[in-house]
């Protein structure tokens, strides 16, 4: 299983970044994918979560209204649009993916990409 995070990088406040996850070795339209960040010293964060078959989104409410989660079932790819950054927003951004019922429970994490606001 592989969750391979892309699209971070150095923005200015203000700015905007869009971060992809793509997906291999599961079944992914049967996961709940979600971003979570972890800024230094800091805990990681749940940043948004989308259901498996997209009809539920949610956001941490330090971000709602500026970033969005969506995905692309048919290519096994989740991504974050975020707009109007903000320093606080620095962080490793990491996908995560979870399936839990009563039957599984099996969840996997990407690797991180740095997201950095700064002028």
């Known amino acids: 299983v592989q969750l391979v995070e892309s699209g971070g990088g150095l923005v200015r406040p203000g700015g905007s970044l869009r971060l992809s996850c793509a997906a291999s070795g599961i079944t992914f339209v049967r996961y709940d994918m979600s971003w979570y960040r972890q800024a230094p010293g800091k805990e990681r964060e749940l940043v948004a979560t989308i259901t498996s078959a997209g009809g539920t989104t949610k956001y941490v409410d330090s971000v709602k209204g500026r970033f969005t989660i969506s995905r692309d079932n048919a290519k096994n790819t989740v991504y974050l649009q975020m707009n109007s950054l903000k320093p606080e927003d620095t962080a490793v951004y990491y996908c995560?993916?979870?399936?839990?019922?009563?039957?599984?429970?099996?969840?996997?994490w990407g690797q991180g990409t740095q997201v950095t606001v700064s002028s």
């Open positions: 995560y993916a979870l399936i839990d019922n009563d039957y599984v429970r099996f969840d996997y």
